[in-house]
Each structure stands twice: as C-alpha cells, then as structure tokens.
C-alpha cells in the first residue's frame, strides 16, 4: 500500500474536532448500522465509475467513502492514497466542522470500525485515531454511553480498546445482552470482528479469574450462540483451552462441573468418542474434561448398581 501521500498527524482532523467541541452539540447516542457491506459496495462503484469517466465525485458520496475502503481486495479503496487523502484531509474535516453534519459523517467511523477492525493496518489506525477525537471530544454528551465507550473503555484504541471492552462486560453482571443494551448497541454488535477480538482478550484472563462463576457463564453466552454453535468457530481451540485448563490440578464445584461438562459435550461432543471434534484443544485441556466426564460416568455406575 503506497501511503506516501498520506500526512502523519492529519492536522485538519484535530482542528475539526476542536472546532466540533466548541459547538457543543451534545450527542448521546447515534443511530442502527446500515447494511454496510452493501453500501460500501455501492460506494465504491460510484467511485469507480467516477475514475472511469475521469468525472469528479460528487460531494455526497464521500460520507460513505469508509465504507468501501476495506472491500474485498480486488475491490477496495484501501490502496487509493489520492482518495484517501482527500478524503482525511479535505471531505472529513470540513464536514465535521459543521454540527448538523457532523453526527453523520462520524458515523461510518464508528460502524466501519467495529466491523473491519484491522489492528497494524495504517489506514485503519488514521481512522481509529479520528474516531477516537471524534467521540472523545466536547461533541458528545458527558455521561452517554457513546462517551463512556470511547473515554473510559478507550474503544477506539486498536490496542487496549477489546481488552478494556471485555472487562467491562465481565463486570457488569448483566450478561453480554445486558452490557450492549446498557451502551445502546445493537444485537449484531458481537458479529463484528472488534467483538470477537474483545472476545479473545476474555479468553487470555488470568486463570484464577478463569474460575469464576461470573466468567464461566459470559464465556458460554458469548461464545456459543442460540443454535448451540460456537460464534467464532476459529477460535474453538482457544476457547475450549481457557475454560478447561483453568482447573488443571484444581477441583471445581461439582454442579459447575456438571454444568461445564454436559455443555462441552452437547456443543462438541464426548472426547472419549468423537476425539477428531476436539483437535486442536490442548491434550490437557481434553484430559481435564475426561477426567471430569469419567467421574460422572462411574458415579452414576455406582448408584446404578446400588439399585
């Protein structure tokens, strides 16, 4: 990617959220995502007609203009320095001076961040930067949820933003439903790649912290879904790994591990029969359930026999 074009410090981004903090718009909340895998598609064959036709394109495009940057790679923007720095340092900043516009131009920062979360990638973090002045700044109302994702959960923070996001979920006690109610986001908030990569930080808790009734039934919430799948499939091995190596050597409470147990198996299936669905799991995270599952199996044998 040739971003030779691009400035360092897209001074025109920080006077325009200086100028954004001034007028006190007070925003509290923004609204539900568009579709925006197809409006980037949209977008970005408006653009690319407008290359074809050597035409310039016209201003009101160029607020969905991140919504077609991190396409496909045969069909992105990403790698358009001409537009990219229009865009950062001409539509951007002048529309965020203005504060009826303001709202709905940040928005596709805020959408296109959640779901193309792309952590090293240097067009990304110049966004994620915006974003973070954006949403941090005077514009949005003190003690919204808005404010509290962006200032005190540092969202817009590709490096401490999901850990942040992930202990904040654990603490609130409501269940991952209840914490994306209470910051007034949408459902499909855990289908975008920043949740699933908050989702990896609560995997890598310390393993005490791993123990904890509290964790273990955020972890099934949000790892497995309605249909009793897992929601991010590519992270099977690291999910089944920080639940069950948590109690290597430790005994858990017995309906914890009752309940552990009979979940594990009805999402994965018997290790002891069907060892080809846990590959991938460490050998020893596979032994602790066995372990567990045998226990069960010669209980129930036991009182079996009794009768």
Known sequence: MNLAALPEDFPL????????????????????PPDIFAVGERTFIRFSLAQLSGHQVDQRYWR????????????????????????????????LKIAKRAMKWA?????????HFKPNDPVFEKLAQTAQRFFTSG?????????????????????DGPRLVAESIL?????LMGWINQ????????????????????LKF??????????IHLAFDWGIDAQNQFRYPEVKALFTDALLLAWKGVKPPEDLKIAMSAKLTSVIGDPRVDQEAWLGTSNEAVQVLVGW??????QESSVSGQN
Not at 144 to 151: G, N, Q
Not at 171 to 175: A, D, L, P
Not at 183 to 202: H, N, V, Y
Request: proline share 7%; aromatic share 16%; hydrophobic share 35%.
């Open 64 to 95: 969905y203009f991140p919504y077609a940057i991190w396409l496909e790679p045969e069909r992105s923007l990403s790698t358009r320095a001409d537009y990219l720095n229009e865009y950062f340092e001409m539509h951007l900043p002048r529309s």
């Open 183 to 202: 910051f007034d986001l949408w459902p499909g908030f855990t289908t975008t790649p920043f949740a699933k990569s908050a989702f990896i930080e609560l």
């Open 293 to 298: 599952v045998n226990t069960k199996t010669s």
């Open 139 to 159: 514009a949005i109302k003190f003690g919204s949820p808005l404010k509290s994702l962006a200032h005190e959960l540092n969202c817009f923070n590709t490096a």
């Open 13 to 32: 981004l920080a006077s325009a959220v200086q100028s954004i903090a001034s007028q006190k718009i007070s925003i509290e909340r923004i609204g539900l």
């Open 206 to 215: 310390p393993k005490e912290k791993r123990r904890q009734t509290d964790y």
């Open 171 to 175: 603490k609130t006690k409501r269940g």
């Open 107 to 115: 928005e596709p920062l805020f959408y296109v961040y959640l779901y």
